[in-house]
């Protein structure tokens, strides 16, 4: 099969579809031959050692990088082609959330929030709902889904960092994107808070219909909320299965030295 060549109209029901793919800086490759289908509505992790290319992946598959080799297509586009409508298109459909960061700290929650509409209204609307924010209620109903009904008009500032990122996740919820990668986003919270998170990005897959792609530190979270696992090491697909399907051995090779550092030998998961 020409990898270099996928049919984009053949294969719409992928959001994420990526063959032989690879990516190199500077003549190095930090991903090689990933070959990967997702499913509409799948929950997938993403998990490996530090410098695996976790983040790499996330960029190929938001179009942000382009293969060097292979080919990716994200919501049926190749992201080597993307310009004009199409561009505008992805940036619509595609949701962002990343570890911090996420809003913008000048600008009231009411008005991050409905940061998510902008790929939806003209211009003159975006700018107009500055002054006169549009659509508050659908922002008050996306904050009640976060449990933060109450704190429309706060500043970022005023939030804890728990706070902040469910506050992203209501942008998330008003965006009504296809597809979220969501890169390290809980990586700032402590355990309880992380599975608040997941947990919310998890519901808006499964309520909403949007494929979710979590890249995740905090093993402790996969079980119970992601249909699959995709492991990678060194720029390659180490391993992909179910959360259950995990074992201690599968940790100890994929982490290699920072298996014991990470206290992976601590996670719930059969030897
Ligand atoms: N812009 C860049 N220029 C050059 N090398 C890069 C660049 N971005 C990433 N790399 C290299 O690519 C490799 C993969 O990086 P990446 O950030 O994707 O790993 P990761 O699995 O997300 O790591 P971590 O878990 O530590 O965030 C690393 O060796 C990194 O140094």
Redesign the pocket.
């Known amino acids: 099969m020409n990898t270099d060549s996928i049919d984009a109209q053949a294969v719409p029901e992928h959001p994420v579809r990526l063959q032989g793919a690879a990516i190199a ?2 003549g190095q490759r ?1 991903l090689d031959d990933i070959s990967l289908d997702i499913a509409p509505g799948e929950r997938v992790a993403v998990i ?1 050692p ?8 996330f960029r190929l598959i938001a179009g942000l990088v382009k293969p060097a080799a292979g080919c990716a297509l994200t919501l049926g586009e190749d992201t080597r082609r993307l310009r004009g409508r199409r561009l505008a298109r992805l940036r619509r459909e595609l949701g962002f959330l990343y570890q911090q960061d996420n809003l913008i700290p000048q600008l009231r929650v009411v008005h991050n929030v409905l940061m998510g509409r902008l790929g939806h209204w003209s211009l003159a609307r975006a700018l107009l709902s500055l002054l006169w924010p549009q659509q508050i209620e659908r922002a008050r109903a996306a904050l009640a889904r976060v449990e933060l009904a109450d704190k429309l008009w706060a500043l970022p500032d005023e939030l804890s960092g728990g706070q902040q990122q469910r506050v992203a996740v209501a942008r998330l919820i008003v965006q009504q994107p296809r597809l979220v990668l969501a890169d390290e986003p809980v990586s700032a919270l402590d355990l309880r808070l992380g599975r608040e998170i997941i947990g919310l990005l998890c519901q808006l897959a499964q309520r909403d219909g949007v494929t979710l792609v979590v ?1 995740l ?1 905090t093993l402790d979270l996969l079980q119970g909320h992601f249909d699959r696992v995709i492991a ?1 090491r060194g ?1 390659r697909l180490f391993w992909q299965g179910e959360p259950a399907q995990i074992t201690q051995h599968l940790l100890r090779e994929l982490y290699g030295a920072e298996y014991r550092a990470l206290h992976l030998d601590e996670i719930e998961v059969q030897e």
């Open positions: 800086y500077g930090v490996g530090s410098g695996a290319g976790k983040t790499t992946l890249n530190h990678l720029g």
